[in-house]
């Protein structure tokens, strides 16, 4: 058998090593593609690793606008990855990150127009957001342990709910009345995120995200909460005979998922667009499921593995503008990275099985 | 309100239903085969996506569009081959990996679909499937039209129901496929092959939901856009739990939600009152949530669904 949650009997080395691995053979494989499409291959990814992360002058002469670019795309995925990563541990399926972030986002674009002092609109923005994404997490958590409903289906489906959700507001009641177009009106000024370097969009939330990593690690592997969700994700039989309420638990983290993937949502209306839009996220929730998985479901690695995806998304998009190659290579390449990264970690499963096996 | 109760009740209405359903059905019907041999395919959203370009593809090189369909339903089988590879082969999560095979074929779907026809304002086309009359039948007044007045896949949608049910309750090989997902120890003792089977079903079912995806771009639609599955493939994998894993219940399940949707698009298309259009696209997906708590999962599920089999572990 092979567990999603490798236990730690591995070397620690694995951890680095595996999500590497995936990620080189994941590169091989989409070369091909680069070939296909006709391009030069060690060009095209010279080209993202420029665009993600700067070129070697801009670098030298202290201008690393690329790098903050790249850590601006990849808070929303820390958080998305830090929800699925948070759940999957306690083995709640939860495929519905991308609808939890757009809950989030609506709620922290309401609380954001309300007039207030700059640091309480973001309180306030957050806790709404948090709620939001946590309230939309409970509900196939509490189909799951009520009804016995499929969690990853049901989570999926309300995905689409909260969409048109969206969609209906922001072409009904919530239209901005000074534009016409369908998005919201912006937030206040005073609750727009600050931004830390000048000539960047490196703002608050970006900080409050690469904080969340180590945050969601110490609840997850030195609070009792982190011991019951890991428990119950590992073995909720024993989990049961331990004395620990699993039901409880699988709503509880559903709810530290959700909210950290309506905290994602927060973080784009008030740090990035000031409003809120259909298209607020390309799939930032979906992109959360590759980053856990290529973070072995460690708070940690989440951050390393978000701006990797980050950067292959915004790389795919310059690299696409130079060479003509579809920027939908990006797409493919977080798809490839999750299939390499599920792969590779078989060979935690053999260890762990011939370790086990006592012979 | 009359004059949307007139929408309801006309021929088209009821033709239309049988047309969204047929898709939804062969989705299901896929998805339902691969379920029954222990195997959850949550790729499918991705292969139907990535089946109805390459097939629209051929189809709109070709000229000829049951070669879209062929190619269609071998695209679905080769994606479905490679989640049988990950979950039966090696073993690995279904379903991480189904999430994998659908942002991967998502993927591919995109950057082929970009990379054959460049950027354009006008999207192509193809000549799409002309409904067929059937002599005689298409006649008879008001089923005529309704049943006997389709595309030639839907009739072969109609009979694949009992075929597939047959072939899975009455013939050694799908004696074999139930045992696979209820009882792998036993099949294995019996002698069957429980890992040949489960990829046999997993390709078969995957073919299905290629043609499902064929379906849309070239019947339903003459067109391939990206949002042409938009959630069908989740819908399916609901469809299957709402028809408690059998082929009857499971087209029926597909009809009742092709109504559905249906409904939806005619009151839509009525405008009636104030309600935005998004209360009536959301409404298939409520419907499913609620439909999927009302047939609670255990209820019928393949007992070794999820679960991976190796021959020397006891």
């Known amino acids: 058998m092979i567990r999603l949650e490798a236990r730690s009997s591995t070397p620690a080395w694995f951890n680095l090593a595996l999500p590497l691995a995936a990620i080189l053979a994941t590169l091989i494989l989409c070369s091909g593609l680069i070939a296909i499409a006709g391009a030069s291959i060690f060009e095209s990814y010279g080209i993202m690793l420029q665009a993600a992360f700067g070129d070697l002058q801009a670098l030298r002469e202290g201008d690393f606008y690329a790098i903050t670019e790249t850590l601006v795309r990849a808070a929303p995925m820390i958080f998305t990855g830090l929800a699925v990563a948070v759940a999957f541990r306690a083995k709640f399926w939860n495929i519905g990150a991308e609808g939890q972030l757009l809950a989030g986002a609506i709620a922290g674009g309401v609380v954001g127009t309300i007039p207030m002092p700059g640091a309480l609109a973001m309180l306030a923005m957050a806790a709404a957001g948090g709620i939001a994404g946590g309230a939309v997490a409970l509900v196939p958590a509490w189909l799951r342990v009520r009804l016995k409903v499929d969690d990853v289906v049901s989570s999926l489906l309300l995905n689409s709910v909260v969409y048109y959700g969206l969609m209906a507001l922001i072409?009904?009641?919530?239209?901005?009345?000074?534009?016409?177009?369908?998005?919201?009106?912006?937030?206040?000024?005073?609750?727009?995120?600050?931004?830390?370097?000048?000539?960047?969009?490196?703002?608050?939330?970006?900080?409050?995200?690469?904080?969340?990593?180590?945050?969601?690690?110490?609840?997850?592997?030195?609070?009792?909460?982190?011991?019951?969700?890991?428990?119950?994700?590992?073995?909720?039989?024993?989990?049961?005979?331990?004395?620990?309420?699993?039901?409880?638990?699988?709503?509880?983290?559903?709810?530290?998922?959700?909210?950290?993937?309506?905290?994602?949502?927060?973080?784009?209306?008030?740090?990035?667009?000031?409003?809120?839009?259909?298209?607020?996220?390309?799939?930032?929730?979906?992109?959360?499921?590759?980053?856990?998985?290529?973070?072995?479901?460690?708070?940690?690695?989440?951050?390393?593995?978000?701006?990797?995806?980050?950067?292959?998304?915004?790389?795919?998009?310059?690299?696409?503008?130079?060479?003509g190659v579809p920027t939908f290579l990006g797409d493919v390449i977080q798809g490839t990275a999750l299939l390499m990264m599920l792969v590779a970690l078989l060979f935690t499963g053999y260890r762990l099985r011939f370790s086990g096996a006592g012979r | 309100m009359n004059a949307v109760l007139e929408q309801l009740l006309q021929v088209g209405f009821f033709a239309a239903i049988i047309r969204i359903a047929t898709p939804l059905a062969l989705a299901t019907l896929g998805e339902m085969i691969s379920e029954r041999s222990g195997v959850l395919n949550l790729g499918i959203e991705g292969i139907m996506l990535l089946s109805a370009m390459t097939g629209f593809t051929a189809a709109y090189y070709s000229g000829n569009?049951?070669?879209?369909?062929?190619?269609?339903?071998?695209?679905?089988?080769?994606?479905?081959?490679?989640?049988?590879?990950?979950?039966?082969?090696?073993?690995?999560?279904?379903?991480?990996?189904?999430?994998?095979?659908?942002?991967?074929?998502?993927?591919?779907?995109?950057?082929?679909?970009?990379?054959?026809?460049?950027?354009?304002?006008?999207?192509?086309?193809?000549?799409?499937?002309?409904?067929?009359?059937?002599?005689?039948?298409?006649?008879?007044?008001?089923?005529?039209?309704?049943?006997?007045?389709?595309?030639?896949?839907?009739?072969?949608?109609?009979?694949?129901?009992?075929?597939?049910?047959?072939?899975?309750?009455?013939?050694?090989?799908?004696?074999?496929?139930?045992?696979?997902?209820?009882?792998?120890?036993?099949?294995?003792?019996?002698?069957?092959?429980?890992?040949?089977?489960?990829?046999?079903?997993?390709?078969?079912?995957?073919?299905?939901?290629?043609?499902?995806?064929?379906?849309?771009?070239?019947?339903?639609?003459?067109?391939?856009?990206?949002?042409?599955?938009?959630?069908?493939?989740?819908?399916?994998?609901?469809?299957?739990?709402?028809?408690?894993?059998?082929?009857?219940?499971?087209?029926?399940?597909?009809?009742?939600?092709?109504?559905?949707?249906?409904?939806?698009?005619?009151?839509?298309?009525?405008?009636?009152?104030?309600?935005?259009?998004?209360?009536?696209?959301?409404?298939?997906?409520?419907?499913?949530?609620?439909?999927?708590?009302?047939?609670?999962?255990?209820?019928a599920a393949p007992p070794a669904l999820l679960k991976p089999f190796r021959k020397e572990e006891r």
């Open chain 1, 171 to 323: 072409e009904g009641p919530w239209k901005d009345p000074l534009s016409g177009y369908p998005i919201s009106p912006p937030i206040q000024d005073s609750a727009n995120f600050p931004v830390f370097l000048e000539g960047t969009r490196l703002h608050l939330g970006v900080i409050v995200a690469l904080l969340a990593a180590p945050i969601v690690w110490f609840v997850i592997a030195r609070t009792v909460l982190g011991f019951s969700i890991r428990v119950t994700g590992e073995n909720p039989e024993a989990a049961r005979y331990a004395g620990i309420r699993v039901e409880r638990v699988l709503l509880s983290t559903a709810l530290l998922s959700g909210a950290l993937a309506g905290l994602a949502g927060v973080g784009e209306v008030g740090g990035v667009h000031y409003q809120v839009m259909s298209e607020i996220s390309p799939g930032f929730g979906y992109s959360g499921i590759v980053i856990a998985m290529l973070a072995r479901l460690n708070p940690l690695g989440v951050v390393p593995a978000a701006i990797f995806l980050s950067a292959v998304m915004t790389g795919s998009a310059a690299m696409s503008r130079a060479t």
């Open chain 2, 65 to 299: 569009l049951w070669l879209g369909v062929l190619a269609a339903a071998a695209t679905g089988a080769a994606m479905a081959a490679l989640h049988a590879l990950f979950t039966v082969g090696l073993g690995l999560s279904q379903h991480v990996c189904g999430i994998g095979i659908t942002l991967f074929c998502t993927g591919l779907a995109f950057f082929f679909f970009r990379l054959i026809f460049v950027d354009s304002s006008r999207p192509p086309t193809v000549e799409s499937f002309a409904a067929v009359s059937l002599p005689l039948l298409s006649a008879i007044p008001i089923l005529g039209p309704v049943l006997f007045n389709q595309f030639t896949l839907t009739y072969l949608t109609v009979i694949a129901v009992p075929v597939i049910a047959v072939v899975l309750y009455r013939t050694p090989w799908g004696l074999n496929l139930r045992m696979a997902g209820e009882n792998p120890r036993a099949a294995d003792a019996a002698g069957v092959s429980v890992m040949a089977t489960r990829f046999q079903a997993v390709i078969l079912g995957g073919a299905l939901m290629g043609v499902a995806g064929a379906f849309l771009t070239m019947a339903q639609f003459n067109t391939f856009t990206f949002g042409v599955i938009s959630g069908r493939g989740w819908i399916a994998i609901a469809l299957v739990v709402f028809g408690r894993w059998d082929p009857w219940r499971c087209a029926g399940a597909a009809l009742l939600f092709a109504f559905v949707d249906a409904v939806q698009l005619r009151l839509q298309a009525a405008g009636i009152g104030h309600i935005p259009y998004e209360a009536f696209l959301v409404l298939p997906f409520v419907f499913t949530i609620a439909a999927m708590a009302v047939m609670s999962r255990n209820a």
